[in-house]
């Protein structure tokens, strides 16, 4: 049968862009892999001529596809075509969700003793003797062939994978068992695990992904100890700062049982899994030279200064104990205030919102104090087939029964953001192009289906419909009143629904007034804004705009100014803690926010 299949099978391909600066690395891979497994045709990833196998992960990680790459992706077989669209959609996503540290921002801190330098992995503030790394080698009695060790692995990093779903470093457990997936299957015994990830570990060394090189020590260790060979970390009784060149992954969680309070690593990256499972710990840590740390007296770990005190004073012992107890006061004070109104020194209240992506991140803002939506990505029900009106209106209506006010985006897709079902032809400028409340005159069909979903969702509710990338007045006029045919057709009373616009378009800054006799409410976007005032793509790996650039303070002041309809904010910067009290002498009333930047958010209000 094999022998014909290509003949009687077509061959699909499209070209996919590498747009994250972090490159096509090992957690996005791993998701990609494991959809491309789900199907049954071969599915292949062509780059500088080498073509590989996209279903394994250390396939598709051996092209060494960084940012600005453009490789070929191609389907043949049974559900070819299926497969090319949700693969592309999929990739579309990870590369648009692949946000990643580039560094974190250091405090400035004074201390008498000497102190090295270090880059920040988590913040906080230790005090302990410096622990160098150790373990302990012991040969349990096994029963296990390798094949079955192996397989007791990957049901083990599933599990790990599965329970951990909700959070950020789901990921992180399913990359290691698709590598030991891909990795197990070319071996038999141990011996070839070991030597073949070696000469894998060898050939990362140096590159951008080096830092996944613990990763794969981290599955060859877990195989080794379900054969029985168990690597045992000791760990001090007392407090103790650990060093050492690296940690695997594995090992974060076993710090939690331990009195830890602080990891400085030599050789890890801010963005390796290690580096992630430490922040999602609290414990602070840094990247610094160990060798340069003494051992046996306390030390100070200062990883809001991203330093190590060596030789620490005792004012310099006070003051990071004063610092420790601030800090952590601090985020327990936040986090036991969630759910309060955030009022000013002077007694206002501003309303901290959340900007949620889909039902999950809906939920969880709810959990994380916010009091409202102030933007629903809708995207995220377009995914690789166009969603039905019941999966949208479902979706719509769980959310609208979360919270009382919600401000939902129309679909905003177009720029840095396709859909195989929405065919924008290729742009020149995608960025300029046909994307946000644009799509009203190519698309009619889609945003119909999604205006007859909301409003068959928000009946009895206050919903609010807010329209993207809107840059003239006709623009929402057209918009609105399509909304409104949609109503009439199916027979919905949208009487009670606000309609109001995205300003992330320039052009609007000088449109208030006009705006003002028809829209119900503005909520400004800055990311775009941003891009826009200063023509810089969003995505561009060398150029950056100054998002606290008084030019943007300025056109926000220009917007609340002239506003006679209620403004809030809802790009990036409504969180940020530099912008936060500039925002509110601005006048801004609602700040929408990052599900996690919720109860800072709300802190940072109460100071101003
Ligand atoms: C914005 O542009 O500021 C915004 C909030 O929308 P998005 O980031 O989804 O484009
Ligand atoms: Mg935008």
């Not at 490789?71 to 090319?84: H, S």
């Not at 991203?306 to 006070?318: E, I, K, N, R, Y």
Request: hydrophobic residues 40%; aromatic residues 6%; negative net charge.
């Amino acid at each position: 049968m094999k022998r014909f299949k290509n003949l009687f099978s077509k061959s699909l391909s499209t070209q996919l862009k590498v747009t994250s600066s972090n490159g096509f690395h090992l957690r996005p891979v791993a998701r990609f892999t494991t959809l491309a497994k789900a199907f049954g045709c071969d599915v292949t990833a062509t780059f500088k001529g080498k073509t590989v196998d996209a279903k394994k992960v250390n396939s598709l990680l051996s092209l060494s596809l960084e940012k600005n790459d453009t490789f070929i992706l191609t389907t043949q077989g049974k559900e070819a075509q299926k497969a090319l669209i949700a693969l592309q959609t999929l990739f579309e996503t990870l590369m648009q969700d692949d946000v990643e540290i580039s560094t974190i921002e250091k405090e400035t801190a004074n201390y008498e003793g000497e102190t090295l330098e270090g880059d920040i992995i988590a913040k906080g503030v230790g005090i302990a003797p410096a622990s160098v790394y150790k373990t302990e080698t012991l040969q349990h009695k096994n029963t296990l062939t390798f094949q079955d060790a192996v397989d007791k692995t990957i049901n083990a990093l599933e599990k790990m994978y599965d329970t951990q779903k909700k959070s950020n470093n789901a990921d992180i457990y399913l990359a290691q068992k698709e590598l030991l997936a891909a990795l197990g299957e070319k071996c038999d015994t141990i011996e070839e695990l070991e030597s073949l990830i070696e000469k894998e570990s060898h050939k990362l060394q140096g590159t951008k992904l080096s830092a996944k090189i613990t990763d794969y020590q981290d599955i060859l260790q877990q195989v080794k100890t379900a054969l029985g060979l168990e690597v045992k970390v000791m760990f001090p009784q007392d407090d103790f700062i650990l060093l050492a060149d690296d940690l695997l992954p594995s090992e974060i969680a076993l710090l939690s049982d331990t009195q830890v309070q602080g990891v400085v690593l030599k050789e890890t990256s801010i963005n390796s899994h290690t580096a992630i499972l430490l922040r999602a710990s609290s414990i602070p840590s840094l990247i610094a030279d160990t060798s340069q740390i003494p051992l046996s007296s306390d030390i100070i770990l200062d990883s809001i200064a991203g330093a190590v005190v060596l030789h620490p004073s005792s004012d310099d012992m006070q003051k990071a104990k004063a610092l420790q107890e601030q800090n952590k006061k601090d985020k327990a004070h936040a986090a036991s205030k969630r759910f309060d109104h955030a009022q000013t020194t002077q007694g206002k209240t501003i309303k901290v919102y959340a900007n949620v992506g889909d039902v999950l991140s809906a939920k969880v803002a709810k959990e994380e104090g916010a009091e409202g939506i102030g933007l629903l990505r809708s995207e995220f029900l377009f995914k690789s087939t166009k969603p039905s009106l019941e999966t949208q209106t479902k979706a719509y209506a769980e959310i609208f029964d979360t919270f009382e006010d919600v401000t939902v985006r129309t679909l905003d897709v177009g720029g840095d953001k396709a859909l195989p079902y929405i065919n924008i032809p290729l742009e020149d400028n995608p960025f300029l192009g046909v994307r946000g409340v644009r799509l009203f005159r190519t698309h009619p069909e889609i945003l119909a289906e999604q205006l007859h979903a909301i409003f068959l969702a928000s009946q009895g509710k206050k919903v609010k419909v807010m329209f993207p990338m809107v840059s003239t007045v006709e623009e929402f006029n057209k918009a609105k009143i399509f909304a409104k045919e949609v109503a009439q057709k199916h027979n919905i009373d949208i009487s009670h629904i606000d309609f109001g616009i995205m300003i992330e378009v320039p052009s609007t800054l000088f449109l208030i007034s006009a705006f003002n006799e028809v829209v119900d409410f503005y909520s400004i976007g800055t990311n775009d804004l941003t891009q826009y005032l200063f023509a810089i793509e969003r995505t561009h790996p060398l150029l950056k705009a100054d998002a606290l650039s008084p030019v943007v303070f300025l056109a926000l002041e220009s917007v609340v100014k002239q506003a006679t309809k209620p403004v809030s904010i809802c790009g990036e910067l409504a969180a940020n803690t530099d912008a936060i009290e500039k925002l509110v002498n601005l006048g801004l009333e609602t700040l929408s926010v990052s599900p996690k930047s919720i109860a800072q958010t709300k802190e940072t209000i109460r100071h101003v």
